[in-house]
């Protein structure tokens, strides 16, 4: 099993559409979480922490369940400029110094 | 300011060559890593320098692998003997400092690796 299981999508929605990601990870003893956005060719970019009380930054809302070991990612009214790839990253109990990334979900936002 | 850089930005080579990749951290980054990212596969962590300290090399893939960072700045991976299976994009990323949730890795653009 991989230690972070994503759908790789594609996703493909109109725009305006709400869209949902999820993400599992096998380390129950796993640290930290993030969401990272990923353009087609281009290194990745943290798009948002993810904390056991959900966060929330303008469109987008991140949730983590700790005892299902499972992340969540959505987007509200989705733009064009949303699509790209979204990889779910934890980071090992004891420290993020070493970032463990998912494949990533493929999202394809459409007029 | 002025983000990582990598280079080159692509490298083909020869099975059986070996290669040197260099990395650029953000300056006053004291955190540095390298991570690969092969064809329909996710990152893949390789190595970490904090500071002075021994680095984690717990992701190198075989003793083919290697990096340095030297006064605690510019990185360089290198790859001995290549294989078709070590091309990929190499990408490294820097930190303020190791450790954290709020710890940010900046990742550079990526040497892409072509081995013939």
């Known amino acids: 099993r991989k230690e972070v299981e994503q759908d790789p999508g594609p996703f493909n929605v109109p725009e305006g559409a709400t869209v949902a990601f999820n993400c599992t990870y096998s380390?129950?003893?796993?640290?930290?979480f993030f969401w990272y956005r990923q353009d087609c060719r281009k290194e990745p970019k943290l798009l948002m922490s993810?904390?056991?009380s959900g966060n929330e930054d303008g469109r987008f809302t991140a949730q983590l369940n700790r005892a299902s070991q499972y992340i969540s990612l959505l987007i509200r009214d989705s733009k064009l400029s949303d699509s790209a790839t979204y990889l779910c990253?934890?980071?090992?109990?004891?420290?993020?110094?070493?970032?463990?990334f998912g494949t990533g979900t493929q999202l394809k936002v459409e007029l | 300011g002025a983000g990582v850089s990598q280079s080159p930005s692509n490298k083909v080579t020869e099975k059986g060559k070996d290669v040197e990749l260099r990395c650029d951290p953000i300056?006053?980054?004291?955190?540095l890593y390298w991570y690969r990212q092969s064809l329909g596969q996710g990152l893949e962590f390789l190595i970490y320098?904090?500071?002075?300290?021994?680095?984690?090399k717990s992701g190198l893939p075989s003793d083919r692998f290697s990096a340095e960072r030297t006064g605690g700045s510019v990185s360089t991976l290198t790859i001995q003997r290549t294989q078709q299976e070590d091309s990929a994009v190499y990408l490294c990323?820097?930190?303020?400092?190791?450790?954290?949730?709020?710890?940010?890795?900046?990742f550079g653009p990526g040497t892409r690796l072509t081995v013939l």
């Open positions: 990323a820097s930190s303020l400092r190791g450790g954290g949730a709020t710890n940010e890795q900046f």
């Open positions: 380390n129950s003893a796993s640290q930290s």
């Open positions: 993810v904390y056991s």
């Open positions: 990253v934890v980071t090992p109990q004891g420290g993020g110094n070493k970032l463990t």
């Open positions: 300056s006053g980054h004291t955190a």
């Open positions: 320098f904090q500071g002075n300290s021994a680095p984690d």
